[in-house]
């Protein structure tokens, strides 16, 4: 049992605070014959990292990925993989005059409760930079599935910031890389750039919701009852920083349907395989893949970290208000995007991990010979 | 690694199909010394049967529950607990023309996928009746639970079937017990009836939001990162059948919210322990609880079996049509508040023993001498 | 994590006392497909099951295995499969002289310092019986293995009973079946028989070692560094009622060789597969097969029932004497046999379904084309 | 479920091969609060790093250690812990000539069996300097130990050499310290200089057992059946590399005792606390501490690096000879000492803390009142 670790077969152990040398990922299970190098894993960190644009954190972090361990001459040997990535712009000092006040919506007065200990620079465990370990995990995720179904494709994009939604019917996946918040919608790039500019110039912070969508995975992966591939999603997504909701296709609207309109209606695709009139399901049935595209939301919150005054306490107790002065960003859902992908590909390899140890040759085949 | 388990210390698997013999929870890591019998455990199941009006399912289940091991003179003992669940009216001819033919919106197709057997009795491990396990683990969890946490109080109850949602000013605990959808609104309880009267004789189905509270859970529980206390609920609650999204606190809504309005502002209460304003958190801060209302959302989707003509594919890949005319839910989200609460009851037991085992006496107290 | 379960993808719990209503395992990620009857499991279980002879305890248990779930028309569904075995003769007043009195030598005394329950029936989950458990998961671990590897064959036998060891000059597989002490080795099973008498006419009891060997376990499979397979049997073996020593191959001996001696050299086979001129490696080289024969001792002690008076205390302090007058085995070794069996088969199996899901086509060939 | 972690709470996994950049543990599940400084890991680690004398490898590694997270201010925080080890002595063209062979009695031919990855670079993953991160992680083990049961001693010595033992009647804690051989017997330690000298001279290697001793471990830690104490103690030792066998208290020779002579009678110790006039069960009944010694043993083989030609083969299937040149040590039991002391402390460290999660306050008190 590790709380620090999650994955089945492709287990991935996060280690490392925002203000320490050093964090990173420990990450077993990978199979062996992967092609990886620092710069595949690179990539996505790049995506991640702060300082970009005028939207997210000035932090300025180089998070180079080191690999220190299990491969040999750029090939996974199947043993555990180290990757490394070290802290270089730590400035503490930002945080001195929060060492002794909680701060509303953080959770360093629930750290504090829990552990007794208050590392008051910059959120410790519960900082966003831990994200930056699972980016690199997920970075190699891919380039393991690439090498067990290479047709796989995660794409992740923002769907809503604050009140304002994508347009779904001006959905264009070619957009996602034009805009600086990963959004299918070139009117809705150009009107949320001029809202987080307010935003942001207030002091202000605002939540978002980001949907990530897995092409191309094969039908029959996932596992009855815990172990379903929704339940590891949910998991996963809930696990990162800030979100606070997490839905499978019709999420939580399905409530709202009857069972007439929610059931994907199934006919024989041009393919031979099954395939469905719609995607209520977001993909997935009973746990285990349908072969559509499986789509997966989160909401994250607002950073608790505003130039606006609030009321809160001390360690000892009194009574006192608090501003953060910090460098934040104002919509943490901008950078979330990278971390849903990652998360998105860790699942996934593990289910088509867990699906070659488990079923092998017994799978069900639909057609005239069965 | 077991993907028919959960929870990391109180360690539930739950085994059984939905036609088989029997049924049931193998229950590791509950504490020796809580006094448990078999009555205490009825009453939850008794909660979740079926056929005790008219909108459940008329499967006729005595849904009795005998404990195998793991107590000695009405004690746990530290040692496995064996809930078992004998099945008495499985009544397998209702499901005889479907044998051969898929179910559009339910898990038939991908088992077929994954294991290539098609167990065409009910839906096997996929079937509401696995919930049954859950529920007798979950009633034993409220007892260990109340061993060390006496005041802790889990309470499900719906807030919204198909486009019907409760009122929130009318809230009151109450009237949850007084009708047949745990709802806390008189008058929506009256609504829905006639609403869901009409549904049932139609042969349709709808979904529904069940909300799960759990109040006076002490501060300070939970974990990082993985192991987070809303993730180990995402999780709880996603494996639970036919869910489709799960929030904690503002849940989706948090996407909506700006800094200033989600903080959840501290002062210090009149019992001395750190108090809020609000409740946007749900009572989860980081993963860790905040000593507030737990508060867990999720939605279901409409049961799939409708009297209503879709169309589907058979084994042989042939394409045909399907109604579905057994014994059913026309809103499973009424059994699954029960459902929903043993979830609950299984995660708060789990961080209590977690907590106890990690942390001991290293809580950090709030206040003057601290 | 499960303190009551074992193995990494064939995950079985044992739950279940010796004086409770039954006992069994609870299996999860048993491959689908396997065919398996009552029968199968039955002839392993009769194997192991008390009162054949003198030698054994005179309990009478019809231990007849029950498959509660996870098969369908004889079959397994890749679901999980609970396997029930009902005590009939438990006879608990034999016990009742013990209530307080601690046994010198058995779990009694350190049960009740970690749990606080004095459970005094015939040992609770510490007695023997719960090993009936193990040897029903074994034997449908027996037939998943011929799913995959179908030569594999798992043999035990004594090899040391007291101070009287087999003549290894003499080792005759086929006499293994032709003595109740599952010893290959025809002059040693009439020796034994004797010495055997004349411990139990006294009331006394005697430590064994029994060898389990597999054969034609396919080169490759097993995992570094903490799932070594041989530290997979070492854990398996251990955690035997008794058991106080394990060895591998060479096992303790292993001290007194040189480098030399130990090397065991490598050629080609005539099947084209390397080959080896001796095996003190006991067919596991950094905790991986070799193919050639994976051999496994343990040593169990004696049991600590036996009819000489022997000083102890009772519950509240007092120091006493005891006589133990039970029904039992005066060498615990002859029903280990079976029970070793068992966990070499889960080990096995467990080891080639994880080879099958983290290594695929990647494994290294040896020979000209490579 | 990963392959090269181990324990339940305080869980360690290691990563990093003998010829890449660096080495290390992540260890979570540390309890917060906990002192700790390079330094005291440093110690432990000095004691077994390579090249101290004439009697190890004399490959030069600082062995420094590098704490990475989980620690503020000195104290463990409850985050995983980052344990990094730097390779600055890889020299790897010393084993360019084994780049096709396999060694016999060496894990290269299992690994390219299994991951189809020949890393001829010393060993990789079955190196023995895996274990430095062992030692890192018993070093922190040790600290946290101090904080719960701060009486707890954990030492390790060498009892056989080749066919050299240990007079037991000569044991004096005091000689451990002052000997290469950690031997706690003199004249052990002057006979074995001179028989090992030998063997050194001729490029030959020999065996050893290694016997590991936890004093004041308090009674009623351990679980069943599958976490017992014991069962945990194996596979730790088992899981170092070349150990092949594993043996509590009397060990193998368990099966030599008659039930009298094994049974250790108890009475009432000065302490107010059961006593025992013997210890054949090594300090563990049913998987769960007595509150005697713990006593584990276990033997390591011979290093299979040797200056004597042996037979061989070929990556592609040629048979050949080999002669390892290497620097390697004559006898790999000397190093072992500190491995398994850290392996001992682990195991300990775990189950103390699963005590305090899963017991509390429940313990059974033997004595009047009780």
């Known amino acids: 049992m590790s709380m620090n670790s999650f994955g089945h077969l492709f287990r991935v152990t996060t280690w490392g605070e925002s203000h320490g040398p050093a964090l990173g990922a420990t990450v077993d299970g990978c199979p062996p014959g992967v092609e990886i190098t620092p710069e595949m894993i690179q990539q996505w960190l790049d995506k991640r990292k702060p300082g970009q644009n005028k939207y997210t954190t000035q932090r300025r972090e180089a998070d180079e990925v080191k690999i220190l361990s299990g491969t040999f001459e750029g090939v996974t040997t199947g043993t555990p993989i180290q990757l490394m990535i070290e802290n270089t712009d730590q400035r503490s000092k930002d945080y001195g005059d929060i060492k002794d006040k909680f701060r509303p919506g953080h959770a360093d007065i629930t750290y504090f409760q829990k552990y007794g200990i208050r590392d008051y620079r910059g959120g410790g465990r519960s900082s966003a930079r831990e994200t930056a370990s699972r980016v690199a995990a997920g970075g190699l995720a891919r380039e393991a599935i690439k090498a067990i179904a290479p047709n796989v494709q995660i794409t992740g994009y923002m769907v809503q910031m604050g009140p304002h939604k994508i347009n779904r019917d001006a959905f264009d996946w070619d957009q996602i890389e034009q805009n600086p918040f990963w959004v299918p919608d070139a009117q809705a790039a150009t009107d949320w750039a001029t809202y987080l500019d307010g935003l942001r110039k207030s002091g202000s912070s605002v939540g978002a919701i980001i949907e990530i969508t897995a092409r191309n995975v094969p039908a029959g992966i996932g596992a009855p009852v815990y172990g379903k591939l929704d339940t590891d999603l949910a998991a996963a997504m809930m696990s990162i920083n800030a979100v606070k909701g997490v839905e499978i296709g019709e ?98 390899l593990d289910h088509l991990l867990l699906h070659r140890g488990q079923i092998g040759q017994n799978r069900g085949v639909i057609g005239p010979q069965s």
Request: with cysteine.
């Open 251 to 348: 999420g939580m609207s399905a409530a709202m349907l009857t069972g007439e309109l929610n059931a994907d209606e199934i006919f024989m695709g041009n393919d031979g395989q099954p395939a469905y009139t719609s995607n209520h399901s977001g993909g997935i049935l009973g746990g285990i893949s349908t072969g559509q595209d499986i789509v997966v939301r989160f909401a994250v919150k607002p950073t608790s970290s505003i130039l606006t005054t609030r009321k809160t306490i001390t360690k000892s107790g009194e009574e006192t208000e608090i501003i953060t002065k910090g460098r934040h960003d104002p919509c943490v859902g901008i950078r979330a995007v990278p971390v849903g992908e990652a998360m998105m590909a860790c699942v996934i």
